[in-house]
């Protein structure tokens, strides 16, 4: 299994993510340019491996989505943490190539550094290449 479906995977959770009133305007892939705002969501991280079997090609993918806050406290990040879980939880977004069979939360790490706030989401993704 290649890599071949990772771009894809990404807009696909883009557009969810950006496709719920809570959450539209937030999600940025990269640093936003820029004074920061308040409050974002950033996709992060990603690691990849392959899970083919016999029925086909397929792989596991581990990623992460933080949500960076400049608030004091935290109540506004993990509300906002809240929403990314339950929208992602189980979902299936439509892909160019493959499919997605499910996405699953996995942990969360909340810290902070530098008078940001930020929340680490870690999901893992199972997709079946066509």
Do not use: N
């Not at 950033?42 to 086909?56: I, M």
């Not at 949500?67 to 939880?89: I, P, Q, T, Y």
């Amino acid at each position: 299994m290649s890599y071949g479906m990772a771009a894809g995977l990404q807009a696909g959770i883009y557009a969810l993510l950006e496709g719920d009133p809570r959450l539209a305007g937030l999600v940025h892939d990269a640093l936003p340019a820029g004074e920061l705002p308040e409050i974002y969501l950033r996709l992060g991280p990603e690691e990849v491996r392959d899970a083919s079997d016999r029925e086909g090609g397929g792989a596991l993918h581990r990623f992460t989505v933080s949500v960076v806050s400049r608030a004091a406290g935290f109540a506004g990040a993990k509300d906002l943490a809240g929403a990314v879980c339950d929208l992602l939880e189980g979902a299936t977004p439509v892909l160019e190539r493959g499919r997605v069979v499910g996405i699953w939360f996995e942990r969360a790490k909340a810290g902070q550094s530098g008078g940001l706030r930020q929340i680490d989401l870690r999901f893992r993704a199972r997709l079946e290449d066509d």
